[in-house]
């Protein structure tokens, strides 16, 4: 079974449009992350979300909305769409504790024309 | 979370071991070094971490010199699909208030056949 899952993979989009990516962990952790990594392979913490609460929010647009139903999901909903905003988008999870290890998801490579 | 300096890039045979420098001269008492990879189109994978002993599991061995300034991880028999970027990441592990990963920039490692 796969531990972090992201859906889509792949999604291509118009300027303007809203979307949204899903990130399931099935770990059992308590901590859940968005990272953005940027045509020139960056990555960078968006948010992270513990015990469905808001931890981390780096600078990231308000257009960028996380949602967290349950501690296993951390679903990230885009308003508006912008062509900056094409990157891939990695979900991660973990358990707080002395490690503290990240788990990453697949990715979701978003393309915004 | 302290700074890490890594080369660019580096390669090595296949089967050899290779090691993977990674400065962090200004490190404190309390942070730990991580090393991740990310391997072409997929998400950070962790591989290992340690505070000041030297440490090893099943995919690889980190030493940290005696100042903790600089660790090496170390793969012991390198393999085609060992190829990837890695990143050493130097951090407090907390409680997991705010427990993200600052990426840079890592070094490519590329193992020739």
């Known amino acids: 079974d796969t531990a972090v899952s992201q859906t889509p993979k792949y999604l291509v989009t118009q300027m303007g449009n809203d979307k949204s990516i899903k990130c399931e962990q099935n770990l059992g952790h308590d901590t859940m992350y968005w990272y953005k990594q940027d045509s020139k392979k960056f990555l960078k913490i968006m948010f992270s979300?513990?015990?469905?609460?808001?931890?981390i929010n780096e600078t990231v647009p308000n257009r960028f909305s996380p949602k967290s139903p349950d501690k296993a999901h951390l679903n990230l909903h885009i308003n508006s769409l912008e062509l900056g905003d094409s990157a891939v988008y990695f979900c991660?999870?973990?358990?707080?504790?002395?490690?503290?290890?990240?788990?990453f998801g697949p990715g979701t490579r978003l393309t915004v024309l | 979370d302290a700074k890490t300096t890594q080369p660019p890039s580096m390669d090595c045979a296949e089967g050899r071991a290779a090691n993977l420098p990674c400065n962090h001269s200004t490190i404190s008492g309390n942070e730990y070094v991580y090393w991740y990879r990310q391997i072409h189109s997929q998400g950070p994978q962790y591989i290992i971490h340690?505070?000041?002993n030297n440490e090893t599991n099943e995919m690889a061995s980190l030493i940290i010199t005696e100042d903790r300034k600089s660790s090496t991880l170390i793969l012991p028999h390198a393999t085609l699909r060992d190829t990837a970027v890695y990143y050493c990441i130097v951090r407090v592990v907390t409680s997991g208030a705010n427990s993200k990963l600052t990426f840079g920039k890592g070094i490519t490692l590329s193992v020739r056949p």
């Open positions: 979300y513990n015990n469905k609460e808001l931890i």
């Open positions: 340690g505070l000041k």
């Open positions: 991660a999870s973990s358990q707080r504790g002395a490690a503290d290890t990240q788990y």
